[in-house]
């Protein structure tokens, strides 16, 4: 045996953002268990929407392969439906692990024009400005968020479902539904994004 | 199980806007099954399915921290809510606090800040294991006095109210995740019957529904396709996302598709109002629904 082994493939798998993920994502230490068995996207009722299922980005992630993974739009049509995480074989909470991962390229400026990523900005400013969801105002900060003219475009092609909801008698007209202890919600919000922080 | 018994309820944010008729139809008919429901004192948003993207993990854990240190004001051991996201939230969370005394400390830690903590052990409960493993299905149907003769329901129980955690030992162990039978036996212990509906735990899209249905679109036309075939006059929903985004949306999908559904979508506490005989209004808040549902306003009392 004299033959020399050959050289080790150029492109070979980078586990650096995988251990990044293991330890800075919920549910990423269970990543490893994954078994590359495709139940997670064989599930999914919204795989069609998506660039690539959770399988196929958990080996991305496992590649290496950062910009796509935190630019995937797989992230953003998950529907949080939790049928990949009742049906993986390997116990890996497959929903918790692509919502941390949004959460981790909303974070790092990899999702500005993303309309869930805005839909979720808008939605955090209502629970911690009011402490509750305003539905109405969510929406018509999420509308605006594309701009004062898709925001005025959008509005209209919801108004009637908008006033078929007022009609019924769900959605108020008025201030917003707002908790009492505000300022205590908001002191306590505050601390978590501090120990978040601080902790990792 | 016949003793009188009281939960602590956690209304939730849908609960004063577009699922109103669930938490009207639900504080209605509670009593009639002889439950007691008292409401968590200034009690504030879960963070649903997209808080935590932009807030992060912890403030989620956090926001559903506050709700349980203001559950624990009360005497009950027990929270209730009827919201599929209320629930997913509430519940995973306490579960994940209860498991870790350090979690637990650290979430303590930002209560605190506004004057608060959690120390106590609750348990929190979906309205739909309240009625299977508390209540049961005989109860309902010696309670419904004014059977609901004729109706077919199609079962649709969507996702986060059995998903994760409905055949879990901490969920309560009270239905599967993939073929669940609760929604059909509150059906058939109305009075009404239950059509042969497969999709029955199928995604309406959920929040990815409400800012992109064009992407969404697709999920509830199966869901749709498959009430009308079964010959349902109504749709049975828990949830009240999922209530509204079938209703809604309604019209878009036949602009889409060149169909023509019009199907009435209802909770099963509607249903049970009007079963027990209560105000189609003032019970069942069937004046709440979009599409109106017709032939059950019919029967109501």
């Not at chain 2, 948003?45 to 912890?58: N, P």
């Not at chain 2, 120390?119 to 419904?144: C, P």
Request: proline share 4%; net charge neutral.
């Amino acid at each position: 045996m004299t033959a020399q082994l050959p050289e080790t493939a150029s492109r070979k798998y980078d586990l650096k953002f995988a251990r990044w993920v293991r330890d800075n994502v919920y549910g990423g230490g269970k990543m490893n268990m994954c078994m590359q068995c495709g139940t997670c996207s064989g599930s999914c009722p919204n795989g069609v929407e998506m660039d690539v299922g959770p399988r196929k980005l958990f080996m991305m992630v496992r590649a290496g392969m950062k910009d796509e993974v935190l630019r995937s739009s797989t992230l953003w049509e998950c529907t949080s439906c939790y049928r990949c995480v009742v049906r993986c074989p390997r116990g890996v909470p497959v929903t918790y692990i692509v919502q941390g991962l949004a959460a981790v390229a909303a974070r790092e400026g990899y999702a500005p024009k993303i309309e869930n990523a805005s839909f979720a900005r808008a939605f955090w400013w209502s629970a911690n400005t009011f402490g509750k969801t305003d539905e109405r105002l969510v929406t018509m900060k999420y509308f605006f968020s594309f701009g004062f003219l898709e925001g005025i475009r959008k509005s209209l092609a919801n108004l009637k479902i908008a006033l078929g909801m007022v009609k019924a008698g769900r959605m108020h007209i008025g201030m917003p539904h707002k908790i009492r202890d505000s300022k205590g919600l908001q002191a306590m919000l505050k601390k978590a994004q501090e120990i978040e922080a601080r902790e990792g | 199980m016949s003793e009188k018994k009281t939960y602590t309820y956690y209304p939730g944010c849908s609960s004063e806007a577009t699922g109103m008729h669930l938490d009207a139809s639900f504080r209605a008919v509670m009593p009639e099954l002889e439950r007691e429901i008292v409401d968590i004192d200034d009690w504030n948003c879960c963070g649903a399915s997209v808080g935590l993207i932009v807030g992060g993990v912890l403030p989620q854990t956090v926001l559903n921290g506050r709700n349980l240190a203001k559950a624990q004001e009360k005497e009950n051991r027990d929270v209730i809510t009827a919201c599929a996201a209320c629930y997913l939230n509430t519940h995973g969370n306490n579960e994940k606090i209860k498991q870790s005394a350090k979690l637990r400390a650290t979430v303590n830690e930002a209560l605190e800040a506004g004057g608060l903590s959690y120390t106590d052990d609750l348990q929190v409960h979906h309205a739909m294991e309240v009625l299977v493993n508390d209540i049961g299905m005989d109860k309902i149907k010696a309670r419904s006095t004014n059977p609901l003769k004729g109706l077919k329901v199609a079962g649709w129980v969507g996702c986060q109210t059995v998903r994760p955690f409905a055949a879990t030992d901490e969920g309560g162990n009270y239905d599967t995740f993939e073929d669940p039978e609760f929604l059909d036996d509150i059906t058939e212990a109305c009075g009404a019957e239950a059509t042969e509906f497969t999709p029955k735990t199928n995604c309406c899209g959920g929040s990815v529904a409400v800012m992109k249905p064009e992407k969404t679109l697709h999920l509830m036309k199966t869901i749709l396709d498959a009430a009308v075939e079964s010959g349902a006059d109504v749709v049975s929903t828990p949830c009240p996302l999922c209530q509204t985004n079938l209703e809604m949306y309604q019209d878009a999908i036949n602009k889409k598709y060149g169909t023509d559904f019009n199907i009435p979508v209802v909770f099963p506490t509607q249903l049970m109002a009007v079963a027990f005989g209560l105000d189609a209004k003032k019970g069942a808040a069937l004046h709440q629904n979009t599409i109106k549902a017709g032939k059950l306003e019919k029967m109501a009392k």
